[in-house]
């Protein structure tokens, strides 16, 4: 494990530890972050940032990883060109596209605060 996934898996666990909420009431309703997670299973930093996925959706964040290869009309969609590609939103606010996990544990440990 390398330093920055393993960053990336701290992260996550000190978010779950602290009992983190996803979710915030916001115009009378609850919403949480969603994120897409654009993937090929050729991918290693893909493969790397699975196991930060998994604990994210674990704590309560809609999470969909999608795998290129096997969706490419949904890349094309997003206009997704690279893995791995992450479109987090958070709170009816414009999504944030990026390809750093760290984004998408710091974005989706805010929640909508």
Known sequence: MN???ALAAVLVLVTLIAGCEAQQQERGGFRSPKVLAFTASR?????????????IQAAGVDVEIIDIDAHPDLARKHGVAGVPTFIVYVCGRAPVRTNDILVVVSLTRRGCK
């Open 3 to 5: 330093h920055r996934s």
């Open 43 to 55: 991918c290693a930093p893909c493969q790397r940032a699975k196991p930060a996925l998994l604990q």
